[in-house]
């Protein structure tokens, strides 16, 4: 009978510690206003505080290290910036067009479609010459 009992205090001493160890979380949902307005108070941010968040990201460190630059010195020279420096960068970050590389393809092929219109090469096989 005493083995019982300490086997059943054991038992009920470990539920009530892991009972302790609970934790509550409320999850709720998010409006549109309150992401914008959280970007905003983020971009609002010093430069530095804003080249410092983008370069702390594992994205661009991995692209960073990619292309052979240390996210260290990356983070040393930022740092080295003056605020007004860091500011004009981090807007031009933020203005940059993403996805470059398709109006550059797309330029690509409109020039060899005219050409190829026009006679003078013979690429894609869906166009007529004018000669």
């Known amino acids: 009978m005493k083995l019982m009992q300490r086997i059943l205090a054991v038992t009920l001493s470990v539920s009530l510690i892991n009972v302790a160890m609970i934790q509550s979380v409320n999850a709720a949902l998010v409006s549109t206003e309150q992401v914008a307005r959280q970007i905003s108070e983020e971009q609002s941010g010093s430069g530095h505080a804003r080249l410092t968040a983008a370069l702390s990201r594992s994205d661009v460190r991995a692209a960073m290290e990619h292309q052979g630059v240390d996210p260290a010195l990356a983070m040393e020279r930022v740092s080295a910036l003056t605020?007004?420096?860091?500011?004009?960068?981090?807007?031009?970050?933020?203005?940059?067009?993403?996805?470059?590389?398709?109006?550059?393809?797309?330029?690509?092929?409109?020039?060899?479609?005219?050409?190829?219109?026009?006679?003078?090469?013979?690429?894609?096989?869906?166009?007529?010459?004018?000669?």
């Open 83 to 131: 605020d007004d420096e860091a500011g004009r960068l981090a807007e031009q970050i933020n203005s940059a067009p993403a996805g470059g590389i398709i109006g550059a393809l797309l330029l690509v092929f409109f020039v060899l479609l005219v050409t190829d219109i026009l006679g003078l090469t013979k690429v894609f096989p869906f166009t007529r010459s004018v000669r």
